[in-house]
């Protein structure tokens, strides 16, 4: 068997136990139905006629830099992207950032279920297509350019599982995955890229967020009416592409990295040579 087989039965093998163990998860767990409680925010204020106006406006900053990611991304290459995975890897990301600042606010002026679907499935856009991003970066290129359409559609199912079974199983393991594996491959796989420090900052701030949105009331109760702490949530998970894009802006491909890609480089070639 060769070397470039065994790389595709591994990746058949990594995406065959991921699908038992969904499937496991699904048989062994109870239903998760979407709480209603869950829109009864702690800060219902209006402001100059704008429901909820302090958990609408907090979008904005995801509307700023989801577009100059955008633009950063596909102008001039600032970004300096040389694989083409990463490239659609970001283009998505920022797209799913710009996106969130329109469903999150459409969801806080009267929030409900239905109004709810478009306040996830940007941000699950914005999940899926960073992990596969990250893919790229850690494990292989070809493996995670080929992982992010099939990624994308399971944040995209998981939004419509939930909506019309009303479970949310599957989409917590969209948001609790990446969380799980981005912080776990930073430490543990080698970096392509310097500067992987934004990755654990940009998950410190997430996780930052997902505490403040649990403690929405109590925040808003500590800060005598001030500022609850589901608008905390949302200025700190914008900054998670903050973070991300200093990291784009300011990162070089490692040293031993590059000489790796080098070598293969010329392996390649040679290849092409004796076969030629």
């Known amino acids: 068997m060769t070397t470039l087989e065994r790389i595709k039965d591994s990746r058949a093998c990594v995406w065959c136990v991921a699908l038992f163990c969904f499937i496991a998860l699904m048989v062994v767990t109870p239903v998760i139905p979407q709480s209603q409680e869950y829109h009864n925010f702690a800060d219902r204020r209006n402001f100059f006629g704008v429901p909820n106006t302090l958990n609408v406006i907090s979008n904005f900053p995801f509307l700023i830099i989801g577009v100059v990611g955008l633009i950063l991304c596909l102008y001039g290459n600032h970004f300096s992207l040389s694989l083409q995975g990463e490239v659609w890897g970001w283009v998505f990301f920022y797209v799913g950032v710009t996106a969130t600042a329109f469903g999150s606010a459409y969801y806080h002026l009267k929030p409900d279920d ?17 992990m596969a991003v990250f893919i790229i970066e850690r494990i292989d290129e070809k493996t995670g350019t080929m992982s992010l359409f099939p990624l994308l559609m399971a944040g995209i199912v998981s939004i419509a599982y939930w909506r019309y079974f009303d479970d949310l199983r599957p ?5 609790f995955i990446p969380c799980i594996a981005i912080p776990a491959m930073t430490i543990l796989l080698p970096a392509m890229y310097t500067h992987s420090i934004y990755w654990l900052w940009a998950a ?3 996780l930052l967020a997902k505490l403040e949105e649990a403690a929405d009331k109590p925040i808003y109760k500590w800060t005598h009416y001030t500022i609850s702490g589901h608008t905390l949530k949302h200025l700190c998970a914008a900054m998670v592409p903050v973070f991300l894009t200093i990291m784009l802006s300011r990162r070089s491909i490692e040293i031993e990295r590059q000489f790796q890609l080098m070598k293969k480089t010329d392996e390649d070639g040679s290849s092409g040579s004796i076969q030629g």
């Open 171 to 175: 989409y917590a393991l969209v948001q």
């Open 204 to 206: 410190g701030f997430y």
């Open 114 to 130: 239905a109004r709810l679907v478009w306040d996830r499935l940007p941000m699950t856009i914005a999940f899926t297509s960073i």
